[in-house]
């Protein structure tokens, strides 16, 4: 076959490829909804980190996708109405992030698929039948919180030795604070503390009072349960430990960028690339129910040493040598 002849025939060829073979993510206009239980203002970068993995996969923002996003700001009672509004906008698919937020767009449509970021326990939330086959309209990332409560208490009392009353901090109406209260519990009886007194905090509001009752109930620390609240409040969470002198271990880096003592626990920027991912995958034709809820790639221990000295608190090497990160 002569030169010009060839090109001309791979020319042919390549027009005939069926869409999937290529090297693009196709001309579709996707529409991507996007729910989240927290605050805009603290949860977009982690949306943006989303969004900067879809444009790494070759999606081009603006024409395919294009994203809708609602935030409740932590008012969980908002979920189901803001759920609605995204299905009216008709997405292709949904991202939702933290467990209230997936319940309230499990309960709205059953044919969407949706994408799960910073679920606790999706199983017993019901949002999939089991983690290796989700079997539904939801398959995402796990942040399996209970499983890392009883070790950030570990870690708080190897901070704060005297502590002999640890406090919780937490949602009581979130759906993951029964199972970390009881994980934190089995923690503190092993530990030989008291887990107490438990604080509810729905709002900025509480914080006060919450703070005020721990420290008069002799609390030496307290933990900060995850719920939308414990990145949405970080700032005015972080301000109330620091007026009150209470050490506080909390489940997000970015608590402690905003000021707090010490946190353990996943990255949520690297499950928001998971589920980029994972949403690739669904855009190209692969159904939730068949793609398994995956675990978190990455964990961090995050401490504020200028937080620590304003607390008088002596950090021990042992647990600064184990730190992915100490801000000075």
């Known amino acids: 076959m002569r030169r010009r002849e060839l090109i001309a025939f791979i020319g042919i060829a390549a027009a005939a490829w069926p869409p999937a073979t290529r090297a693009d993510t196709g001309s579709k206009s996707w529409r991507i909804g996007y729910l989240d239980g927290g605050a805009e203002a603290a949860r977009r970068p982690l949306f943006d980190r989303f969004r900067q993995r879809m444009r790494e996969l070759g999606y081009v923002e603006g024409t395919r996708p294009v994203y809708e996003a609602r935030y409740a700001g932590g008012s969980l ?14 997405p292709d698919a949904l991202l939702v992030a933290t467990t209230p937020a997936n319940i309230a ?16 326990d999706p199983v017993a939330a019901g949002l999939v039948e089991s983690l290796a086959r989700p079997g539904g309209n939801v398959t995402g990332v796990t942040n399996i919180v209970t499983d890392l409560t009883g070790k950030r208490l570990e870690l708080i009392k190897g901070l704060v030795p005297t502590a002999m009353r640890i406090a919780a901090l937490l949602n009581p109406d979130d759906p993951n604070a029964k199972p970390q209260l009881s994980s934190a519990s089995a923690a503190a009886q092993q530990l030989g503390v008291e887990l107490s007194p438990v604080l509810e905090i729905r709002s900025a509001q509480d914080l006060g009072r919450s703070f005020d009752r721990a420290v008069e109930a002799g609390a030496g620390a307290a933990i900060r349960m995850v719920d939308p609240g414990s990145m949405s409040l970080a700032k005015e969470t972080a301000d109330a430990a620091a007026a009150h002198r209470l050490p506080v271990i909390y489940p997000w880096r970015e608590n402690v960028e905003a000021g707090g003592l010490v946190a353990y626990g996943t990255s949520l920027g690297s499950q928001y690339a ?21 675990q978190p790639t990455k964990f961090e221990l995050v401490i504020n040493m200028k937080t620590a000295k304003a607390l008088g608190l002596t950090v021990p090497p042992l647990l600064l040598a184990q730190a992915d990160e100490v801000i000075e």
């Open 77 to 90: 009672e908002r979920l189901p109405q803001l759920a609605r509004e995204l299905l009216g906008l008709k």
């Open 105 to 120: 767009a499990k309960a709205a449509t059953s044919s969407i698929p949706i994408v799960m970021i910073a679920g606790a």
């Open 274 to 294: 998971q589920a980029a991912d994972l949403m690739d995958k669904i855009l190209k034709g692969a159904k939730p129910a068949n793609l398994p809820i995956e």
